[in-house]
């Protein structure tokens, strides 16, 4: 149930409303009461359980706006239940989750599926329903229908929109519905049958290559397609130096466009693949030391607006075997937030620029409630410990999966707090 709270003498950072301080964060019930930056009277607190979070970051609750839920269909790798309770492990109080589900979400009963289980949940869920139907790329799903559904945005992520016809239609019907278009951009003639980055490593690995341009190629075709249409697209977990190079580009121009990066492609480079290691496996791969540079560039400037895990749990029925046919993806829910740190420690990223893209600009994005500490705002807050330091480890994995490349190592910093309306889904 939801009740009183009094996070005392933390740093608040509240980019929304333009605050960063030492301070007390007051909730009451399942909304914020107040940020007193010179501590909160006592009159209001009278009865408030008190959390003492000196030396800790009280923050608006993080926002995970690429995840795979697994559910319905494939619940033996995650379900909504395991998966945002890993979400609040994470400090992330909503997530939104991508349509390729079986069945996919292309459908008004998916998406009341989705929503009905999430009432139980650790974290807000917002269903990305399908730009096509089945994701064959053939025709439109149901905007409309998903939309008054529940749906906040499209995608066919997992595969691209190939048809630059039903891409440009999607664009233009989205704007009668106010869904965001999700692109994932792959140019498919070019990256089928590759299994990492193509180069010298995937060479001497025997492996098939996939190079960065089947990436930036479609990234071209969905800017233009939104320049032409005048709305708005976001690119899905971008890699490539020259896909932030033309996202750039085309933001200058005023090209309407968002983009994400995921923690996998500012902490890791292709190297992690070697001796065919298929937790490092995913589509688009790990790229080079200069791509991850640009990526984390691209964080530190504004190109980039979102870092998202897209979080693809698999179980070791797909990742236990030969390379070239372990499924492709990582979790990432419960390792985000540590390696997204390492960016403000390595003075990339400004504590506030840090909530601006893992909470403020998601839910603006996307559209929904979340990134504010304002009074009268939902009370979905993450209490962060800059300091801690950790051993990742399988153990303390909440996901059913554990398809991490990070096992093993050493992480600084956590959630220690995740309320939701004013509820603690997660403790620490």
């Known amino acids: 149930m939801s009740q009183a709270w009094l996070l005392q003498n933390g740093r608040i950072i509240d980019p929304a409303n333009n605050i960063d301080g030492q301070g007390d964060l007051l909730i009451d019930g399942a909304v914020i009461a107040g940020i007193f930056p010179g501590g909160a009277p006592p009159e209001r607190t009278a009865g408030a359980e008190v959390v003492d ?4 970051w009280i923050v608006p609750g993080l926002i995970d ?7 319905p269909g494939e619940e033996y790798k995650e379900t909504i239940a395991s998966g945002t309770r890993a979400a609040a492990a994470g400090g992330f109080t909503a997530v939104a989750c991508m349509p390729n589900t079986k069945p996919v979400n292309d459908s008004e ?3 009341a599926l989705i929503l009905a289980r999430a009432q139980e949940g650790s974290a807000r869920v917002y269903p990305v329903g399908a730009i096509s139907q089945g994701l064959l790329g053939e025709a439109l799903a149901p905007l409309g229908e998903l939309r008054r559904a529940g749906a906040v945005a499209v995608s066919d992520d997992g595969r691209p929109v190939t048809n630059g016809q039903l891409m440009r239609r999607a664009l233009e019907y989205s704007a009668n519905h106010e869904l965001l278009v999700i692109s994932h951009a792959e140019e498919l003639s070019l990256s089928e049958n590759g299994v990492m980055h193509e180069g010298a490593l995937a060479t001497s690995l025997g492996l098939r290559g996939i190079p960065p341009i089947a990436e930036e190629i479609m990234i071209y075709r969905d800017l233009a397609l939104a320049r032409y249409t005048g709305r ?14 033309l996202i750039r580009r085309a933001k200058a121009q005023g090209c309407r466009v968002t983009a994400e990066t995921a923690p996998h492609y500012f902490s890791l480079t292709e190297a992690a ?17 200069d791509d991850v540079a640009a990526i984390r560039a691209g964080l530190a400037d504004g190109t980039l607006d979102a870092i998202a895990t897209d979080h693809a749990p698999h179980s070791e029925l797909e990742k236990e075997v030969e390379f070239d046919l372990a499924a492709n993806g990582v979790i990432g829910l419960e390792t985000a937030l540590p390696l997204a740190l390492a960016l403000v420690r390595d003075s990339l990223l400004t504590p506030r620029r840090l909530v601006e893209v893992m909470s403020l600009n998601p839910a603006r994005i996307l559209g929904v409630s979340g990134g504010s500490l304002a009074p009268g705002a939902p009370a979905d807050v993450t209490v962060i410990d800059p300091e801690t330091r950790f051993v990742f480890t399988e153990a303390e994995i909440l996901s059913k999966s554990r398809n991490s490349p990070f096992l093993g190592w ?8 995740t309320l939701l309306a004013g509820r603690v889904t997660f403790r620490r």
């Not at 979070?53 to 800790?56: L, M, P, S, V, Y």
């Not at 706006?65 to 559910?71: D, I, K, P």
């Not at 693949?273 to 030391?289: E, G, Q, S």
């Not at 050493?410 to 707090?417: H, N, P, T």
């Open 53 to 56: 979070a000196t030396g800790k």
């Open 65 to 71: 706006m690429h995840v795979h839920l697994r559910e």
């Open 109 to 111: 009963a998916v998406t």
């Open 273 to 289: 693949v070697d001796r065919y290691n298929t937790r490092a496996k995913m589509n688009p791969p790990l790229r080079t030391v």
């Open 410 to 417: 050493e992480l600084q910093g956590r959630a220690v707090l």
């Open 232 to 245: 708005p697209v976001h690119i899905a977990h971008v890699s490539t130096r020259e896909s932030v190079d």
